[in-house]
């Protein structure tokens, strides 16, 4: 199985880059998500020219462009880390890369909620990491997640998921680029999107039925700005049982009364959170290869990868 290159905070592999001399090893990241995923493994600070160990930075200013500064002698490494920034964000753009994961808590790497000191000493958690940032600002879409809200259960569901379909849309770009190849692609993502935001799913078919008003760098560019908007919201017990009701109406005629009633049984246990979503996922997946469905055999939401059993065993 060839693995799915994902950008990576480099302390988070065990690598003593801290500026403390230490590393953040994180084991589920090495050894779990390791059998899946290619690192490209980034640090700023030393990337940018910074030792180990160093003296520590932190975040100050305006909260909307803050300056990256050393704590104990006020040195300003904002202009520094930002020309640093631009040309590494230029070499990831030949990474091919799916997703990154960032180490949270860093003045240079954090999402947002970050601590930006005023001139009074007072702290905003209003701020985002200066490379973090930057590469959320020059990549829109490719998925990104910080260590800490990995290790949600929820959270890591929807980063694998987007991560997996946001691959799946550059597969599609170099396979393909006929709009009855985006539309092939569309029907696959139908009971995935709906199981995160059956109005973006709305919009993405509306978009889909007036593809031919479009240029088609307008259209593909609008297709994946909706797709990985609506993706990005969680999905829930709730939506996944509409999704489960609509793939068993594919089965009202195949199936007999005793097999029916067990179907509608499961997705009902899932619904009132008896059971995990693993169980009416198999026993679906179990009629589609006994009958033969082909449609429910190309939906992503029944096959997306092997990383995603753990959607279903949280």
Known sequence: MQKIKIGISTCLLG?????????????????????YFEWVPVCPEVEYGLPVPRESMHLVGNPASPRIVTIRTGVDHTR????????????????????FIFKSKSPSSRLGGTKVYTSSGMPSNKGTGIFGGAFMSYFPFIPVIDDERLHNPNLRENFMEQVLVYKRWKSFLKN???IRDLMAFH???????????????????????????YQPDVLYSEYIRILMEGVR????????????LHIAGYFKKQLTSEDKRELLEVIDQYHKGYIPLIVPIVLINHYVRKLDEPYLKTQFYLNLHPICDFRFSE
């Open 15 to 35: 690598e003593k880059v801290r500026y403390d001399g230490g590393h953040k090893l994180d084991r589920y990241i090495t050894d779990t998500l390791g059998h």
């Open 80 to 99: 520094g880390m930002k020309e640093w920034t631009k040309d590494k964000l230029r070499q990831l753009e030949k990474e091919d890369l799916s997703g």
């Open 233 to 244: 919201l969680l999905a829930t017990i709730k939506k996944n049982t509409n999704v489960l």
């Open 187 to 213: 029907t696959n993502l139908k009971l995935l999107i709906l199981s995160h935001s059956p109005k973006h799913y709305s919009a993405l078919g509306k978009l889909i039925a007036q593809a031919k008003k």
């Open 176 to 178: 393909g680029s006929k």
